[in-house]
């Protein structure tokens, strides 16, 4: 055998063979690969150990909620306790469109539950881009239920609160309504939002994507409901007074009309009504028209129930006394140019008469005796172009000029209720100083155990004086012999005025008043009228006004327990003297 043949063979030292892979880039490799597991048990123990609570909050991000827990918005009651205003718990449905099938034939069934058009229903659940949308808020209970037990995938409820009003139209301008947040909008609920909202609460809970809480992980906050609100409202009051302005309205053809008694003791109002007026329980396609709160938020010129005003201040000043004697004929007087005339020549009257019989000429020369500044700090103490103190929204502060721009014929229109506006709360509250001696006194929508305190504008003396006058103004020959009530004395001024269109004044548009107090000897209530443009032929204040005052004073006297101070109602024996206005 050769020599060459037996030697072995080394394939490794074959060029072919070798690796053309350095040795170092293996290494490298080997190493990296070390290193990235040793870093992924870093970061695996740094999740575990260091990393826990910043994942935590990541996972909250995403998934965990903070969920109001809404406050039992506090009660609205009336005097005695009764409910004006209280809240009912309520189901929402909202829904995930995406997860809704619109195919379905239950969202039929759904939609009539809801009181909602099919296609309405479709449209609120067709755009499948959001994961929550609101179908109804605040459906009834039974409601509710009904729709749970349709179990629709993708149709879910939230449980709210529903506020109830009792009371309806009659208490809707006092107590107002919250909208579907629970938010007050109109009369003591929005005046009284802060207070009656209460404190919500907070639960902290992780929430899977269909919005159902699977933990909770924080301590609930609970809510702190609303304290009950009581105010001076009686609502058997209140409801005659309602009853009798709506039934005056709708036979006298009227626009509108407005009512409001007053505790002549304490300054509580007892009732405040408006019509039209509308109900907080289904407020769809409400108007101004009837939100409106006439009472507060509407001024007029007020007519001649100013007059007792310019008698009282006539009085104090000893320009005359009741019995002086003042020549109002030919039944005109001329100021600065201008005339000014009764409805008819009465010839010569007393102040008392003058009152009784609404003389124009008698009250504008009594007047004219007066500095102009006595007049205007008279109707300012009143409380004539002041702000009234309630929290009521939009109460008016009606218009009183400074006395220094005045001319003559203004002061004296002005005593007969023309060149200044008033609104019919704070007529009423003006009044309070017939029925109290001579004091004005604050009035109040919450419910008062002490007698107000009030500030005198008038001697007790005079002040009882003019309320004599108010008195036969509503007996024989006076301009308001239907104010006279069944069982009581009353005493009270009617108002007649033109209304107001672009510059100057309408032929025939009137707002009818009446302004008064009952029993006469110790008024234990005021109570003010006003009728808006009556259109069945009748607009004099003693016609259209003054039989809502007697009704209402009738009924409210009897509420309050008031014992009667007469056996019969007086026999008017006579007709209404017609009203110079």
């Known amino acids: 055998m050769s020599k060459s043949r037996s ?54 991000v995403r998934f965990a909620r903070t969920l109001e827990l809404p406050a039992n918005r506090g009660r609205v009651l009336d005097r ?15 829904a995930i469109p995406e997860d809704v099938d619109k195919t379905d034939p239950q969202l039929k069934q759904l939609a009539k539950l809801l009181e909602l058009p099919l296609p309405e229903l479709r449209k609120r659940l067709a755009n499948e881009d959001k ?26 409820q939230r449980r709210e609160y529903k506020r109830q009003y009792p009371e309806g139209e009659a208490a809707a301008h006092v107590v107002g309504f919250t909208n579907v947040e629970d938010r007050g909008q109109e009369g003591v609920e929005l005046a009284f939002n802060q207070q009656l909202s209460g404190k919500a609460g907070s639960r902290r809970v ?26 001076s409202i ?19 053809k009227a626009k509108a009309g407005s009512v409001i008694v007053l505790d002549a003791q304490t300054g509580e109002v007892l009732a405040l ?86 003389s124009n000429v008698g009250t504008v020369k009594m007047a004219m005796q007066m500095h102009p500044r006595e007049m205007w700090e008279t109707f300012a103490q009143a409380g004539f172009g002041q702000k009234p103190q309630v929290p009521f929204p939009g109460a008016v502060t009606g218009r009183l000029r400074p006395y220094k721009s005045w001319r003559p014929i203004e002061q004296a229109t002005m005593s007969y209720g023309y060149g200044l506006s008033v609104s019919l709360f704070q007529l009423a509250q003006a009044y309070t100083i017939f029925a109290r001696d001579g ?34 103004a509503t007996g024989p020959g006076g301009t308001a012999p239907k104010a006279q009530t069944m069982g009581y004395s009353v005493g009270g001024k009617t108002g007649t005025a033109h209304k107001q269109e672009g510059k100057g004044y309408a032929d025939k548009k009137y707002r009818s008043f009446f302004v008064g107090l009952a029993p006469v000897e110790a008024p234990r209530i005021v109570v003010a009228v006003m009728i808006d443009e009556p259109s069945n032929g009748e607009y ?42």
């Open 273 to 358: 009504a408006n019509y039209p007026s509308y109900n907080p329980n289904k407020r769809l396609n409400l108007s101004g028209d009837q939100l409106r709160n006439r009472v507060l938020t509407d001024s007029f010129e007020p007519g001649s129930t100013m007059k007792p005003f310019i008698a009282a201040l006539a009085l104090d000043k000893g320009l005359v006394k009741p019995t002086t004697q003042i020549q109002t004929a030919p039944g005109r007087i001329s100021i600065g140019g201008s005339s000014i005339g009764d409805s008819h020549p009465h010839g010569i009257l007393t102040v008392n008469e003058i009152i009784q019989k609404s």
């Open 131 to 156: 994961t929550f949308v609101w179908v109804k808020r605040q459906v009834d209970e039974p409601i509710a239920k009904e729709i749970a037990a349709l179990g629709i995938k993708g149709i879910y």
């Open 206 to 231: 992780i929430k899977d994507r269909l919005g159902r809480v699977i933990e909770d992980v924080r301590d609930v906050i609970p809510p702190v409901d609303g304290p009950d609100l009581q105010l």
């Open 7 to 60: 030697r072995a063979i080394n394939y490794s030292a074959s060029p072919l063979l070798a690796s053309k892979t350095p040795v170092w880039r293996s290494k490298f490799i080997v190493a990296a690969l070390a290193l990235a597991f040793v870093g992924l048990g870093a970061r695996a123990a740094y999740v575990q150990v260091f990393g826990n609570d910043f994942f935590q909050r990541q996972g909250e």
């Open 234 to 252: 009686d609502s058997k009051v209140q409801y005659f007074a309602y009853e009798k302005l709506r039934d005056a309205v709708k036979s006298h």
């Open 80 to 94: 005695n306790g009764l409910i004006l205003a209280s809240s009912v718990v309520a189901q929402s449905i909202w």
């Open 540 to 581: 004099f204040g003693g016609l259209v006004a003054a039989p809502v005052f007697s009704e209402t004073v009738q009924q409210s006297l009897r509420v309050l327990g008031v014992q009667p101070d007469m056996n019969v109602k007086p026999q008017i024996v006579t007709e209404a003297v017609e009203e110079s206005f």
């Open 439 to 472: 004091e004005l006194i604050p009035v109040s929508m919450l419910k008062s155990e002490t007698p107000a305190v009030g500030v005198r504008v008038f001697s007790e003396k005079n002040a009882v004086s003019v309320r004599k006058m108010l008195e036969l």
